[in-house]
């Protein structure tokens, strides 16, 4: 079957495709993007973070919108490129274990079934980590509110695990602060896995114990945004821990960028800072910390902006964040 234009998407060089989707909001608006995209307005503000790369009809959408060719140094590649690797490499680790591929699929899964009720549930890696091997439980405190304001913003939770998910390349040393974060509090090392396909560096903790007691603080199992999850109480009722909720949350899915614009022909620039989430509560509460800050938060659909310099430079000195990308940003 032949590829879709569609299955495509656009490789930019590291940073382009931030630079493109700012450099578009000069002229057209995020809500706009998204029309002419066919996707969520979150996901073009997660093409401007880089957090995955755009689809390449995308790419030429907004183009068109823009009037402008598509940039030269633009490459594509398959949404399914890795697939053929990846497929290759399980059937060599498949022949490396049985000696052959299997035949009857049914009758491995069968038996598969049944040595994990008798042996491999007590005995396994996986159960040994996930079931057996207790984990610290922290107290409350500012670190565990700053933990639980990362796994708000780019983390989820399955019976199973905690994750949180991570640009490889903008987030390379934030995601190893989370990692000793995580180690810190709980007292067990997280996995840290690399998806090339979607350029994203993924925190793991594998602990059913570190998952109920999370859950037991406030987090949501399974999808948090059908949930209207909200910051726990224990967290918006002390000043500290919520400032280092707020940097958690700003950390992981906060945005800090250039709004520039002309006066009779005089350039004006000056920074603002947004936080975006689909669970109505969440912005609320959040917007509502920045307010208790001394800040001036407007709030939209999915968004909670700060628009006004003077509340962007009082959220870098007060909160500090520890996203060294956002700093970045802010300073340039």
């Not at 234009?5 to 706009?32: C, N």
């Not at 996986?126 to 984990?135: D, V």
């Not at 950390?251 to 520039?260: E, K, L, Q, R, S």
Request: hydrophobic letters at 40%; one cysteine or more; a positive charge.
């Amino acid at each position: 079957m032949a590829e879709s234009f569609k299955d495509k998407v656009a490789v930019f060089p590291s940073g382009a495709q931030r630079a493109f989707i700012e450099e578009s909001e000069k002229s057209l608006s995020i809500a706009r993007m998204a029309h002419a995209c066919g996707c969520s307005e979150r996901t073009v503000r997660d093409w401007r973070r880089e957090k995955f790369p755009m689809q390449y009809h995308a790419l030429q959408k907004i183009c068109a919108l823009r009037k402008i060719p598509i940039p030269k140094r633009v490459t594509t590649r398959s949404r399914y490129a890795h697939t053929r690797a990846a497929g290759l490499l399980g059937a060599q680790v498949t022949m490396r274990k049985y000696g052959r591929v299997p035949v009857d699929e049914a009758l491995r899964k069968e038996r598969w079934h049944a040595w994990w009720q008798d042996t491999g549930a007590a005995t396994s890696a996986f159960g040994t980590f996930a079931r057996s091997k207790p984990i610290r439980k922290p107290r409350k405190s500012a670190a565990l509110a700053e933990f639980m304001g990362i796994m708000m913003g780019d983390g989820g939770m399955h019976p199973y695990q905690a994750t949180i998910t991570l640009h490889y390349i903008d987030d390379r040393a934030y995601a190893a602060f989370v990692a000793r974060l995580a180690e810190t509090l709980f007292g067990t090392k997280p996995g840290i896995y690399h998806l090339p396909r979607k350029s994203v560096r993924t925190i793991v903790l594998s602990r059913v114990e570190a998952v109920a007691y999370l859950h037991e603080l406030g987090l949501p199992i399974g999808n948090k945004v059908k949930q209207e999850f909200d910051i726990p109480t224990w967290i918006k009722t002390n000043r500290s821990f919520s400032i280092a909720c707020l940097r958690g949350l700003i950390d992981t899915d906060g945005t800090v960028f250039t709004h520039a614009y002309r006066v009779n022909g005089k350039r004006y620039a000056y920074k603002k800072l947004s936080f975006c989430s689909h669970s109505r509560p969440l912005l609320l509460s959040t917007a509502k910390i920045f307010a208790d800050l001394g800040m001036h938060p407007r709030v939209t659909t999915y968004d909670v902006w700060l628009d006004r310099a003077r509340d962007v430079q009082r959220y870098f000195s007060l909160v500090k964040p520890h996203n060294q990308k956002h700093l970045k940003r802010y300073l340039k």
